[in-house]
């Protein structure tokens, strides 16, 4: 399964639709229209195309969505992308508030 944005600009969509030219194996594509290389939605982007493919192509077949789990690490934020958002954040001297209070 491919999930590429059709907004990606550091790598067009358009390679995801090259791979599928010379693949020799089942296959499916996803190209969520405002999702680029780095801005998406988890759920919708993501999470959900991916129950939706493993629905319908593994021993999941049949069985409600809803009972495929997602691991809750992959929901949080990599601490590299939380230290970078927070130093441009800073950078453009803006306040950041956490569990600790402003800072």
């Known amino acids: 399964?491919?999930?590429?944005?059709?907004?990606?600009?550091l790598i067009p969509f358009t390679h995801s639709l090259q791979l599928k030219e010379v693949l020799e194996c089942p296959f499916e594509i996803f190209l969520p229209e405002e999702m680029?290389?780095?801005?998406?939605?988890?759920?919708?982007?993501?999470?959900?195309?991916?129950?939706?493919?493993?629905?319908?192509?593994t021993q999941y077949r049949g069985i409600e969505t809803s009972l495929i789990t997602i691991p809750k690490f992959l929901y949080e934020i990599p601490s590299i992308i939380k230290e970078q958002l927070y130093k441009e954040k800073k950078e453009k001297n803006q306040s950041i508030i956490s569990c600790f209070g402003e800072q």
């Open 36 to 57: 680029n290389h780095n801005k998406f939605d988890y759920e919708l982007d993501l999470v959900l195309p991916l129950k939706d493919f493993l629905k319908r192509n």
């Open 1 to 9: 399964m491919f999930i590429h944005g059709q907004e990606d600009t």
